[in-house]
């Protein structure tokens, strides 16, 4: 097997044991470049997630963009990542901006200096470093001839959609880091408090708070769908099913009660395929 191949490998391997919904989706596309090139950015981007998530190590994010800073001056950078990165280049970033590559390490260092967030606009902010500038290194691999306003549009909602899904349901699990994405000024008027998400104080209050962001997400999927027709049409159904089974996190939060304190809600496989069923365009 030539090393692309095995850089490759790596790169599935990775998005398969860290997403079961976005491996699911992807590992539909037929083009194999396609499908390898979306592996590729999964890796990038979990990686500098990992790096600040699972150690808080600043100077493993320094070098990661030093060697993002190599790679977009045409150095080489000898490691399976920037080595499959360099085949997606060749293959679909001919006069790509590289800043969504940037944005993403810059939403790293500020989970690294984390601020309170103290209202919805700031959440939206954070989530378009993290989140939107993911799909904007994936559109041009999905739509390469599709509008560029357009499809910027619609990385911006999904992103921002699927950003605040993760978010709720990583409630518990982010208070326990000391991270706290709740709008502060939305915890305010719900009167829902930070000692209550300490002791995961499940009460009207918080539904109330829920409920409110949930209902932003959900507006921004609305507006993402709305857009979907900007990829062709393998693309378009593909991108249909990560976001609708991504969205579906949501319900399954709130038919368990709320509970994001005692456990990792997910959508079970079965309504999964449910899913799939219902969203698929026959045309
Ligand atoms: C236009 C377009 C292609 C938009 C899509 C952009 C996109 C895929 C954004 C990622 C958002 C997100 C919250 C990922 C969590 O990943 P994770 O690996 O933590 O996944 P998990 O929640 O399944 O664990």
Redesign the pocket.
């Known amino acids: 097997m030539s090393q692309l191949r095995r850089d490759y490998k790596k790169c599935e391997r990775i998005i398969k044991k ?5 491996y699911k989706a992807f590992s539909m596309l037929t083009n194999e470049d396609k499908k390898n090139a979306v592996y590729a950015v999964y890796a990038y981007c ?1 990686y500098a997630d990992d790096i600040i998530d699972q150690s808080n190590d600043l100077a493993a994010l320094n070098q990661l963009k030093k060697e993002l800073d190599d790679f977009v001056r045409n150095e080489e950078v000898n490691n399976f990542i920037f080595r499959a990165l360099l085949d997606v280049r060749k293959k679909f970033y001919q006069d790509f901006d590289f800043k969504p590559f940037y944005d993403m390490l810059e939403g790293q260092y500020m989970d690294l200096n984390f601020k309170p967030i103290n209202s919805l606009e700031e959440l939206r902010n954070y989530a378009t470093k993290v ?1 939107s500038s ?2 904007m290194m ?2 041009p691999i ?1 739509a390469p001839n599709g509008n560029k306003e357009k499809l910027d549009l ?2 911006y909602h ?2 921002v959609g ?2 605040i ?2 978010i709720l349901r990583d409630i518990g699990e982010d208070y326990k880091i000391n991270r706290i994405y709740l709008p502060s000024d939305l915890m305010s008027k719900y009167n829902y408090k930070i000692s209550d998400l300490a002791i995961g104080l499940i009460n009207d209050d918080f539904m109330n708070l829920f409920n409110e962001i949930a209902f932003t997400a959900k507006t921004h999927y609305r507006i993402a769908l709305e857009n979907m027709d900007v990829f062709p049409k393998e693309e378009r159904q593909i ?1 249909t099913y ?1 976001l609708v089974l991504y969205r579906e996190i949501i319900d399954v939060i709130i038919e368990n009660g709320y509970d994001v304190f005692s456990r990792k809600q997910s959508v079970s496989e079965m309504r999964k395929i449910k899913l799939i069923k219902e969203y698929t365009i026959n045309e």
């Open positions: 860290n997403s079961k919904t976005f979990r989140a993911v799909g994936l559109t999905l619609v990385s999904l992103g699927m950003q899904t993760n991108l990560a």
